[in-house]
């Protein structure tokens, strides 16, 4: 099959475009830059030069050359909106396969800290967060091009974590280093839904093949909430592990970063399971603590 990968040199679409590659598929990337080019060059995946701004016209005129197209960038609110438009537009009556890249962040809940006892199947209805409802429209947009002839999937993962991540438990780290101890928000028990990237590429294969379309499938292996993971850090490095307000959040993490580490986001995946028969390998995100590459992080910069 031949694969166009938008989002080819990030952390969900390197891992994907790598994992078809070797999986024997003909896989191209988008590459905004030369550099770029050159990194999917060196891993046997064709750059396509272009982006979302200017030079999307080259992105769609990719996507028609395609059997199949992911979409698994991280731009902005009027990039991803254009460029989901344009795609379902281009890709209509063509029986082709798009598939969204996704993100359970669309209903996190601002819960300051507290658990919450709300966890959402596929389809269970729910309350988008504002800052994601550009994203919540792309899903809609995707999952509606399902009625016009288009093999059209949603992907909604919660937290991926792995090799390279840039999640919580990386973020507790470097916590560390801003404050000298590893911090959770209030009472830390608010919780993200997580799944290994691992998991997260196998479901996009399973989906390749199996998906049907206007299927939307989430994609979660386990739960950890934050105060957990900044205990577990704490004794690595041997910190404490210390509750922060929101406002002290911000000068930690910054504001949107405390927002996120502060919020709750727990999924169900039922529809994955059913009819892709998809499970997690990896289910204990904990595994992580101690990595080399997560200590470096908890060292301040001079």
């Known amino acids: 099959?031949?694969?166009?990968?938008?989002?080819?040199?990030?952390?969900?679409?390197?891992?994907?475009?790598?994992?078809?590659?070797?999986?024997?598929?003909?896989?191209?990337?988008?590459?905004?830059?030369?550099?770029?080019?050159?990194?999917?060059?060196?891993?046997?995946?064709?750059?396509?030069?272009?982006?979302?701004?200017?030079?999307?016209?080259?992105?769609?005129?990719?996507?028609?050359?395609?059997?199949?197209?992911?979409?698994?960038?991280?731009?902005?609110?009027?990039?991803?909106?254009?460029?989901?438009?344009?795609?379902?537009?281009?890709?209509?009556?063509?029986?082709?396969?798009?598939?969204?890249?996704?993100?359970?962040?669309?209903?996190m809940q601002r819960t300051a800290g507290a658990w919450s006892p709300d966890v959402f199947a596929e389809y269970d209805p729910f309350v988008p967060e504002p800052l994601a409802d550009f994203r919540k429209a792309a899903e809609d947009t995707v999952l509606a091009a399902a009625e016009d002839g288009v093999r059209a999937m949603v992907i909604r993962p919660g937290l991926i974590w792995g090799p390279g991540d840039h999640g919580h438990m990386s973020m507790i780290y470097q916590s560390v280093a801003a404050s000298g101890a590893a911090c959770y928000v209030g009472q830390g028990l608010n919780t993200y839904s997580h799944v290994h990237i691992d998991d997260v590429t196998r479901l996009f294969t399973l989906a390749l093949e199996r998906g049907r379309p206007g299927g939307l499938y989430h994609v979660v292996a386990g739960e950890t909430p934050n105060r957990w993971i900044a205990e577990r850090v704490a004794d690595d490095l041997g910190v404490q592990a210390r509750s922060v307000t929101a406002e002290e959040a911000q000068g930690v993490w910054g504001e949107f970063g405390a927002l996120i580490m502060a919020a709750s986001s727990r999924i169900r995946a039922s529809n994955a399971r059913q009819e892709l028969g998809w499970n997690p390998e990896h289910t204990d995100m904990l595994t992580m603590i101690g990595q080399e590459r997560l200590r470096k992080l908890a060292t301040p910069s001079v």
């Open 1 to 107: 099959m031949n694969i166009f990968v938008i989002g080819a040199t990030g952390f969900v679409g390197a891992a994907l475009a790598r994992r078809l590659a070797e999986s024997g598929h003909s896989v191209t990337g988008l590459a905004r830059t030369d550099d770029a080019a050159a990194t999917l060059d060196a891993q046997g995946i064709t750059p396509v030069a272009g982006d979302l701004d200017a030079r999307r016209p080259d992105v769609v005129e990719a996507t028609l050359r395609a059997d199949a197209v992911v979409y698994a960038a991280q731009a902005g609110p009027e990039q991803e909106t254009g460029t989901v438009q344009d795609l379902t537009l281009a890709l209509t009556g063509t029986g082709k396969t798009l598939i969204f890249l996704s993100g359970s962040g669309v209903l």
